[in-house]
């Protein structure tokens, strides 16, 4: 921690305020380290030549114009640096309406297009005169490295499942699937982990981060990783709008006949998903973090459904075992939450009056207090209208406060919809009260309506009670 407030310091002529980020599957150490004028991430690296490749792979993807975080300043050794503070905003946090409710929103899946659509400048343009020498642990994919994340799967998950199999057949079939995989030659960049917690969303834009484990190779890997990622939850038409997407916006740099690559794609979703059983094997199951323990289950959904759309004939032992793996009981994934069993009750009601009572019988949920923004019922012109007409609207929205406001109320409401999806409970309320009930209640309960219904696709039943006005968001 010292070392990196010394670079901070070096780098701002200011002492920072630290605070540790929670890293997933990586042993490195994060911090966020803030002063009166600067916010930067950083970073205490365990390997030497891991931390190299970071940074070295860092400066020149910002030389290249990516969208990757710009580094600050490192130690002399290497194992300290700081980068860029791109915010707490994963693509992966952004879209957990999608994830969790199977229906992703139009704002969520432009995020997830956008993301794609950038990739490919990562891999043609960022492989421009890289020197992938320094690339951590290898240079490129090659049959070795194929073969110790096919092993990594067979003696990290495999084999701790308990299921019988020939390795000698095994085996030849793992050597088939290096030939498949290796079938023609690449000059592109492969990021490796190329999946939605490991994109920022930053003014809108994605960033890309953890390309540490980088290195030459097949551009096809990358859109496996994110499109078929074993947690994203991703409808098989979104998948396909992913693919479509970066085969269009990867033309720019060469050409590609759709139907080839979707072919040879697949090869690649099936070698990708059986790397991530073998780490999610050693994460979850031999170090025991819940998060590759809970990713377990969908990544075998995504492997059967694999294997119900293609034959994968040249691997027949193979697929024969994986079979076999998406039917064991003890990681049959829970069924996904039913968004029309859930609805929602929002109100706008006066302080004046009361807050409103819940006919369900469970008490009621969340009452915000919208007193604290500027009320426009102070001023004549506005008295006489409400929360959904022009003027008050414009009125409230001339600055940023009513938006600041809400967007606390939506990460609560987003936090509890998800939560009572997932439990199975059929009735949640939102109440947004002000003074008369007239302005900014009627602004803010109509939006976290709007807001709720767009991202989760569940019944929302809206009251504005001092109007009168009842309206009903059907389930989708």
Known sequence: MKELIALFEKATGETPLCEKIKGEGS????????????????????????????????????????????????????????QEDLGDDSLFSLIQGGIKSGNFSEKEESLILKTIALLPDLQFKGAQGLDFSICFPIPEMDRRSILWDLNYFKYDFLKLTG???????????????????????S????????????????????????????????????VASFAWQAKANFPESLREKIVETYIQSASRYTPIDGAKFRERLSVFVLFRTIQVLGAYGFRGLYERKPHFIESIPFALNNLKGLLQQHAYPDFPYLVQTLRQLTELPQFQNKPLPDNKSLKVKVFSFSYKKGIPTDDSGNGGGYVFDCRGVHNPGKYDQYKPLNGLDKPVIDFLESNDEIKNFLEHIYALADAHVLRYMERGFTSLMFSCGCTGGRHRSVYSAQHLAEHISRKFGVEVQLEHIEQGISQTFPAR
């Open 27 to 82: 042993n490195r150490k994060y911090y966020r380290l803030k002063s009166a004028h600067h916010s930067l991430i950083g970073v205490e690296g365990t390997n030497e030549e891991e931390d190299k490749a970071f940074i070295h792979l860092a400066k020149h993807f910002t030389e290249k114009g990516l969208n990757t975080p710009k580094l600050i300043l490192a130690s002399d050794d290497n194992r300290f640096y700081l």
């Open 163 to 185: 299921i019988e199999f020939s390795e000698p057949k095994l085996e030849e079939d793992f050597e088939k699937l290096c030939d498949a995989i290796l079938a023609e030659p």
């Open 187 to 222: 000059e592109t960049f492969l990021y490796r982990d190329f999946q939605s917690r490991n994109i920022m969303i930053k003014d809108g834009a994605p960033y890309f981060i953890d390309f540490q484990g980088g290195r030459k190779g097949p551009i096809y890997y990358d």
